[in-house]
């Protein structure tokens, strides 16, 4: 990406600068860099004057709408990590179906990191529900992890940061009766009195727990970041770990 042609004044936190017709920032704190299709889904929600408002998720505007590491990336080369503060310049809303978050980028501008926001302030980004859309519906390896394409276009949204009441890290080995065994990280929780088990896309997450043997690992402190997929083939939509925010990371400088 060639460098931006011009920065521009600072932007306050809830203010929005516009430069043309379409082209406004939101500061957001990263909540989820996860993996989507070749590239990532980045989300976070808004830093306003008061405090925090509501999602936002920055997508592409190619039909799959996954972020390259091109078009997500900070001009020193760095990707976004999860409690950065962000400045993302946009272009446009694009909401579809429940996913209400989206709003399309503007490729001509780097996103800028504006600093990091602590673990003892997460508390006050936790959304406030007592379960992850529709339960009830469970794929053959995962628990409450999915819900018909009907019932995900009755919701409004598609982000959710929670505190879980526990949190088993579980690696292990998907897919042999099918003859393609592949090793796997899911989150294993409760919440709201339901059980869940539900993949993650969170790569750092991934990669912390794949590099132990298969088995169980229980998280103490940490938040997750559950997002609500796009139609699979089966006609249904998936929920996902897009976060794991542990402390251990959190704390990282």
């Known amino acids: 990406m060639p460098a931006r042609a011009e920065r521009g004044r600072d932007v306050q936190p809830g203010e929005e600068r516009r430069e043309g017709r379409l082209s406004y920032t939101k500061i957001i704190v990263c909540l989820a860099n996860s993996r989507k299709y070749s590239g990532r889904c ?17 997508v592409s505007a190619r039909p799959s709408a996954e972020l390259s590491e091109e ?31 989206n709003h399309v980028i503007d490729r001509k501008y780097y996103w800028e990191r504006r600093g990091r926001v602590a673990w003892e302030r997460l508390a006050r980004l936790v959304d406030e529900t007592n379960t992850l859309w529709a339960p009830g519906n469970s ?30 890290m579980r690696v292990l080995t998907e897919g042999e009766e099918f003859g ?31 590099s132990k043997p298969d088995g169980d690992y229980v998280l103490e402190e940490a938040y997750l970041t559950v997002s609500l997929g796009e139609p699979h083939t089966d006609d249904c939509c998936y929920k996902l770990v897009a976060a794991v925010v542990a402390r251990e990371i959190a704390d990282q400088p």
């Open 42 to 58: 980045v989300a976070g929600k808004e830093v306003t004057a008061s405090g925090y408002g509501g999602w936002v998720r920055p």
């Open 71 to 101: 078009e997500r990336r900070y001009p020193n080369g760095d990707d976004p990590r999860v409690l950065d503060v962000i400045s993302v310049p946009l272009m446009a809303a694009a909401p579809i179906l429940y996913q209400t978050e």
């Open 139 to 168: 794929s053959y390896y995962g628990r409450n992890d999915r819900l018909t394409v009907e019932l995900a276009g009755q919701e409004r949204a598609s982000l959710l940061l929670i505190e879980p009441e526990t949190l088993v």
């Open 180 to 210: 393609n065994p592949r090793r796997r990280v899911r989150a294993q929780f409760d919440f709201g009195g339901i059980p869940y088990l539900l993949a993650v896309t969170d790569p750092v997450a991934e990669r912390a727990f794949l």
